[in-house]
């Protein structure tokens, strides 16, 4: 690397107080602010999900009660949907870089991306209050009429908690969709936008289409609830299906929402340490869109045992399969761009192949899904919790992860340890195949989900289930340490220790408070690695 | 403790082998793809390594036959699967002509299940081996779902609806039955055992059972407690339709629509009289809401069923008026 000095001015220590971060305007710092709480949420997440994990490992119900239990499934649920998977790489790495990667000098509206935090915070605090005075035990999917009616847990405050925090997510997308829209530097034409943008680009899509739905949702739900409005309720004429449809109307495409951006994610990582163009770029682009759109075709392929019509299962069925085109031909793509590559073994990279796996493994366990016939067997059993969990954990946590690794440097100036990375992606990758393999078997077995007690037979392929939760959470505990000992400890990291080509590697890491001294001038496309004289720096 | 890891569940219905036929079929292909793309990216990621970080790759930048390809092959071989997936799916919805009946309701945390004949049993379901079965739920309060895997069949129950599933048991012996849709605190201990019988012993466990009254006859009963009778006069001189022969044959709606009736139909023709008029009458038939239970709904379809098409009482009036409990299985054709 040329230069090893760390910068002098840097948007981190350009000021320091507190109130300097509560009141920033500067997306980079709102998406640490993310960081922080996504990060809370996600250690509060996988503590739930260990007590579930510990209570599976006997047949019988003893670890914890059985209400217990169903809170803690439910919490898992709630705090890792609504605060983890849907933020985490839109609010996070989509803050921090997007507007960099467009040559932008912030997003499109920065009050109102602060606002979002705030609103972010408020809703989770909510959800926080529900949790703390004794829980929610609906399941994140809060079915009427159990929520409506029969649960007594704190549905109504975690109702509250995830219709403010929707907000967040319409302000974020419609804040996004502008930005790109409008803060495009000279010469960065829609075809010269890095995939990432692209990627979240089509979220921005479904975040501002889909979340009023969910908003109408729960506000419905709570009505029923608080007031006795007799929408889902049968017993006050209403219909408890019609909540099913309208809670995946979005909760379908919010799918997309959590895997859309780390697609972005790994088609950047991806280009950068293949050193070369992403194949099929327009492809990979279209997909995205693609994928977006379609998405809200398929929400009733959750009720195809909930007495739905087999004429109008049988058309959700055939686009659930249509759907899965377009992921399909990203993952090809990906494949692709491998050839003749001059790949690069770093960390990042490494978590890019584990998410590889592990999203091949959950898209293609959806085709049993999306099949009617297997469907009828597999719903609401152990398959469809392994399914999704490659999908979101496997899929959209793997990319998360790979863009932490990849930003890192550029967000705090700081190399982490290379080897340590590597093998907290590789522990990562075992301990959740171990964790999550068995419940494919599980499913077929026929052990239903949300069970605190279960037959004894099932028992061998839950410890195992549970012995890979533990590696997991070893693995996770890893990144934490040495990301945060690369803080005190790490090398400085330079412009652009990666040798990518993005815009945001042009400037200095950390960046200045103002992206750049000067506006960046584009005169290529994202991944013009087969350009450069070889050698960088 | 378990012995071994159990990798497969047991097989014990005709529906189930057509399942795991499409369940290996879509394993196999899945497997391949994935294989495929795993190898192809360990294959690349080993032999263009480039240790040094300093290298760049070819400038290749796609090419529009393999995009076309491997869009066209995966829905070519998903519109397969989709295709093999709906035709098995409809084996598990439509049910035979000819079915032995139960009904059941599903409430926190239990399962009722009522034989027509009158036997009623909670968590458990006995039934003869080779005969196809259909049950017929719903729920109480909130929603349930009737799952029973060796059998591959399952179905939520629905407050306020009929949902059914069927199967045709082909092994004798003891099954899982569970509930898979979360509904609360014992939702993991709503479950029971579906026991498979040789049909004799099935006949000698009916009549061991001795409940007394058969469905159609507690239904004649509530038909005369409720007052029923008094406007559904067999000759159709009464203020209501007769309902001899009613059941499975279309009804003209006063909106001029046509409805088949059925389960669900009769079902709210005694719970909301008012949503769908038979064309040629007022609206005064009363709600029956809250004055007769789940079961006692239940037992009146039976009794709708069990009206013969021409005048003269019925089978299982005539043995209720006797008072003697029907012996032999009373299902009729549907
Ligand atoms: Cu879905
Ligand atoms: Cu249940």
Known sequence: ?537 | MVSGIPLFPEQASTLAPEVDNLYFFVTAVTAFFALLVVVVVLVFAVKYRDRTGEKVGAPIHGSLPLELGWSIIPFFISMAIFAWATLVFFHIVRAPDQTLEVYSTGKRWMWRFQHIDGQAEINELHVPLGRPIRVIFTSEDVLHSLYMPAFRVKADAIPGRYSSIWFTPTQVGEFHLFCAEYCGTRHSGMIGRVVVMEPNEYQAWLSGGGSGMSMAARGEQLFQQLGCVGCHLPDGSGRGPSLLGKYGIQETLATGATVTIDDTYVRESILTPQMKLVAGYGPVMPTFQGLVNEQGVMSLIEYVKSLPRTGGPPAAAQASAAGAPAAAPAQGPR
């Not at chain 1, 219909?239 to 495409?253: A, C, K, M, T």
């Not at chain 1, 959700?316 to 494949?335: D, E, G, H, Q």
């Not at chain 1, 939760?469 to 996770?476: D, E, F, M, V």
């Open chain 1, 1 to 537: 690397m040329t230069t090893t000095v760390l910068p002098r001015v840097t948007y981190l220590n350009v000021r320091t107080t507190v109130a300097s971060w509560l009141l920033t305007k500067d997306h980079k710092r709102i998406g640490i602010l993310y960081l922080l709480v996504v990060s809370f949420a996600f250690l509060l997440g996988g503590i739930f999900a260990a007590g579930v994990r510990i209570e599976l490992t006997t047949p019988e119900g003893d670890f914890v009660s059985a209400d217990t239990y169903n809170r803690l499934f439910t919490m898992h649920g709630v705090a890792m949907v609504f605060f983890v998977l849907i933020p985490a790489v839109p609010a996070i790495l989509g803050n921090f870089a997007m507007p960099l990667m467009i040559g932008a000098r912030d997003v499109a509206f920065p009050k109102i991306n602060l606002l979002s935090w705030y609103v972010f915070v408020i809703g989770f605090l909510f959800t926080l209050a529900a949790m703390l005075f004794g829980g929610v035990d609906t399941g994140w999917t809060f079915y009427t009429p159990y929520s409506s009616q029969a649960s007594n847990s704190n549905v109504l405050l975690t109702g509250i908690g995830v219709f403010i925090a929707g907000f967040s997510s319409i302000l974020t997308g419609l804040n996004f969709m502008v930005t790109i829209h409008r803060m495009r530097a000279p010469g960065m034409t829609w075809f010269r936008l890095p995939l990432f943008v692209w990627a979240l680009y089509a979220t921005s899509l479904v975040q501002i289409l889909g979340t009023p739905v969910i908003a109408i949702t729960v506000l419905m739900l709570a009505l029923e609830r608080a007031l006795g409005f007799g929408i889902f309720d049968p017993r006050l004429g209403g219909d408890p299906v019609l909540f099913q449809h309208l809670f995946w109307f979005y909760s379908h495409p919010a799918v997309y929402i959590m895997i859309l951006p780390p697609m972005g994610v790994i088609s950047e990582v991806l280009a950068c340490f293949s050193r070369k163009s992403i194949f099929g770029y327009s492809f990979v682009a279209f997909s995205s869109l693609a994928i977006a759109v379609f998405g809200f075709l398929v929400w009733a392929h959750h009720l195809f045992v909930a007495g739905i019509s087999p004429y109008s299962a049988m058309v959700f069925s055939f686009l659930s399969f249509a759907v899965a085109i377009p992921s399909a031909v990203k993952t090809f793509n990906w494949a692709a761009t491998l050839y003749r590559g001059a790949i690069w073994w770093r960390a990042p990279m490494i978590w890019v192949f584990g998410f590889i796996g592990l999203f091949l493994v959950g898209g293609l366990t959806g085709l049993f899904l999306a099949s009617l016939g297997l469907d009828v067997h597999l719903h609401d059993t152990y398959f469809v919790v392994a399914h999704f969990h490659y999908i979101m954990v496997g899929g959209a946590i793997m990319g998360y992860f790979a863009g932490l690794h990849y930003w890192w440097p550029k967000i705090t100036g700081r190399m982490y340890s290379n080897g340590l990375g590597t093998l907290a992606a590789m522990l990562v990758f075992v301990g959740f195949n171990l964790t999550f393999f068995p419940q494919f078997i599980l499913g077929y077995l026929g052990m239903p989900r949300r069970y605190h007690a279960y037959p004894e037979e099932f028992q061998v392929l839950n410890v195992l289930s549970s012995a890979g939760a533990s590696l997991l959470g070893i693995g996770y505990t890893l990144i934490a340490c040495y990301l945060l000992y690369s803080l005190w400890k790490g090398e400085e990291a330079g412009a652009n220790p990666w040798g990518a080509t993005g815009l945001e590697w042009k400037t200095q890491s950390p960046p200045l408070p103002e992206n750049f001294a000067q506006t960046p001038i584009v005169r290529e496309g994202a991944y013009e690695y087969a350009k450069r004289e070889t050698k960088v720096a």
